[in-house]
């Protein structure tokens, strides 16, 4: 238990620092996550996992070159250990793996919505209209 609960806030951590250099403090907002249900319902394999996903997902977030070798036997090493510790983890990290995976495959439909979300006064504003301007 005590793996896990200092490395699930270091994990975090280095997932927003990936994300975020700047982000500072919104790595401070996993502390209140710590003491789950979960971990005191005793689901121990998806409480360690977490951290593993954190930091695999930070893994993959800051790799830009190509895949060799090295870089596939780590991320081969980190997914078996995602599905040692829960399957629902490792499912987890496939739908932010395959979501990051198709924003950069259309980077049309992100420049289009990041534009039109500049011409608004706050996000608000923005979000509650997005959808009645794609209506038919």
């Given at each position: ?17 990936t ?72 499912a ?38 997005y ?6």
């Open positions: 238990i005590s793996v896990y609960i200092i490395s699930f806030p270091f994990a975090f951590r280095k997932f927003i620092f994300i975020n250099p700047q982000g500072t403090w919104t790595s401070y907002l996993i502390f209140p996550f710590i003491h789950s249900f979960l971990l005191y319902m005793g689901f121990y394999n998806f409480c360690l996992g977490i951290p593993i996903l954190f930091f695999t997902l930070a893994y993959w977030f800051s790799q830009t070159a190509p895949l060799n070798l090295k870089r596939a036997v780590l991320i081969s090493f980190l997914l078996l250990l995602l599905y040692f510790s829960h399957f629902f983890v490792l987890l990290f496939f739908l932010a793996a395959v979501t990051s995976l198709v924003i950069e495959f259309f980077p049309r439909n992100r420049t289009h919505i990041l534009s039109s979300a500049k011409t608004y006064s706050n996000k608000q504003e923005f979000y509650l209209s959808p009645c301007r794609h209506l038919p």
